[in-house]
């Protein structure tokens, strides 16, 4: 994976500088970062740069609680097919007051 991240996707990846990630290294990050804040064509790209695979394991082994409860729900059930699998929302979920 020797792939560069697009700069389009800095504001995405607002908490780092792009040209300092590694597709490797830092993939929970750019994984749940991009599946939260990212629309279509930059979930096109993580499919590109990751499989599906690694993305559902990502999402499973590592949760972080970046997410809103719908897109928790279109994340987990259709984008990643999770639809079957148990997740603990409160990992994912952050609560908004």
Same mark, same amino acid.
């Given at each position: ?6 700069? %389009?996707?800095? =504001?995405?990846l $607002? ?6 990630? &590694? #597709?490797?290294? &830092?993939?929970? %990050? @750019?994984?749940?970062?991009? #599946?939260?804040y =990212?629309? !279509?064509? &930059?979930?096109? $790209? ?8 690694? +993305?559902?394991?990502? !999402? ?6 970046? %997410?809103?409860?719908? @897109? !928790?729900? #279109?994340?987990?059930d259709?984008? #990643? =097919? ?10 994912? +979920?952050?609560?908004? !007051?």
């Amino acid at each position: 994976m020797n792939k560069k991240i697009p700069k %389009y996707l800095q =504001g995405i990846l $607002w908490s780092a500088n792009i040209k300092n990630l &590694d #597709l490797e290294k &830092d993939k929970n %990050y @750019i994984i749940h970062q991009v #599946l939260m804040y =990212g629309d !279509f064509s &930059d979930i096109k $790209w993580l499919f590109q740069s990751y499989s599906l695979k690694i +993305v559902q394991s990502v !999402f499973i082994a590592s949760p972080k609680k970046v %997410y809103t409860k719908p @897109i !928790f729900k #279109l994340t987990k059930d259709f984008i #990643l =097919g999770l639809k079957e699998t148990n997740l603990d929302e409160k990992k994912y +979920v952050r609560t908004l !007051f």
